[in-house]
C-alpha cells in the first residue's frame, strides 16, 4: 500500500497522520492513519468503532485495516478545540453553543450504547476536545482505545477541566465553555451533581501534578455559577 504523510495529529500514544493513499486506478484520497503501539489498545478501539458504527453513532469508517494499523476516513470539519480558539478570537459565524449542545447529544448516544453494549457504566477515558470533529452540523468522535468501566461524571470532569486549562488558561471565553459543559452535561446527562465535583477536585490535583502548578479549588465553584 502506496501513501505520502500530508501532516501530523497530535497524539500521546500512537503515531496519527493524515496520509494521501494511493488507490488502484493511480488516484488519491485523504486518509487518516492510526497506527497502534500496543495490540490491546488496538482492539478496543477496534472493537468500540464497531459497536457504535453498528448503532448508528457518528464515527470515521474503518477504511482498511493492516496488521495494528487502521485506516480511516477523513472527516474534513472542525476540531472542537479549535472551535474553542475562533469563539475566544471572535474569529466564528456559527452558534457555537449549539454545536456544544450537538456533543452532549452524541455523549449521551455513545454512553447509552456502552453501557448497554458491556453491560456496565462505560467512559471514554479520555474525553476531551480534541477527539470530537464537528462537520455537517454533525458532531463525530474518534479515539477509543480508552474506553472502559467508570463512572461518567470522570469524563465530564476531565472535558470540562481540559477545557478550562488549555493555554492560556482560564480565560473569560474558556470559563464560559467549560461552565456551559459542566452544567448542561449535569441536565442531559442526569450526572450526579455532588459526584461531579468530587471529580472535579480529583482531576483538578492530577493536572496540577502533572504539570507541576497550583491551581485553587475555587475554579471549580466557579463552573456551576458561569454561564
Not at 497530535?10 to 492510526?34: E, H
Not at 476516513?73 to 479549535?82: A, F, R, S, V
Not at 478570537?89 to 453494549?117: E, M, P, R
Not at 469524563?155 to 467549560?178: G, H, N, Q, R, V
Request: glycine share 2%; with cysteine; hydrophobic share 35%.
Amino acid at each position: 500500500m502506496e501513501y505520502s504523510y500530508i501532516k501530523n495529529f497530535t497524539s500521546k500514544r500512537n503515531s496519527v497522520n493524515l496520509i494521501d493513499l494511493l488507490n488502484s486506478d493511480n488516484t488519491t484520497s485523504k486518509v487518516v492513519l492510526k497506527q497502534f503501539n500496543n495490540n490491546e489498545c488496538f482492539f478496543k478501539e477496534l472493537e468500540v468503532c464497531n459497536v457504535l458504527t453498528s448503532n448508528y453513532i457518528y464515527v470515521p469508517k474503518i477504511l482498511k485495516i493492516q496488521n495494528t494499523d487502521i485506516f480511516y476516513e477523513h472527516i474534513d470539519g472542525t476540531i472542537l478545540i479549535d472551535l474553542l480558539e475562533m469563539y475566544e478570537n471572535g474569529n466564528y459565524t456559527i452558534d457555537i453553543f449549539s454545536v456544544f449542545d450537538k456533543l452532549f447529544i452524541w455523549l449521551k448516544q455513545c454512553y447509552s450504547i456502552l453501557n448497554k453494549h458491556y453491560n456496565k457504566n462505560m467512559i471514554l477515558g479520555d474525553c476531551h476536545l480534541r477527539n470530537f470533529i464537528y462537520y455537517d452540523e454533525k458532531i463525530y468522535g474518534v479515539d477509543f482505545e480508552s474506553v472502559k468501566e467508570g463512572i461518567t461524571e470522570q469524563d465530564i470532569a476531565y472535558l470540562c477541566l481540559l477545557t478550562l486549562t488549555y493555554s492560556p488558561m482560564f480565560t473569560k471565553s474558556k470559563y464560559e465553555i467549560a461552565s456551559y459543559i459542566c452544567q448542561q452535561c449535569t441536565n442531559i446527562l442526569n450526572l450526579d451533581k455532588n459526584i461531579l465535583k468530587n471529580e472535579l477536585h480529583n482531576q483538578l490535583e492530577i493536572i496540577c501534578n502533572r504539570r507541576k502548578i497550583k491551581i485553587s479549588d475555587d475554579v471549580i465553584d466557579k463552573l456551576f455559577t458561569i454561564i
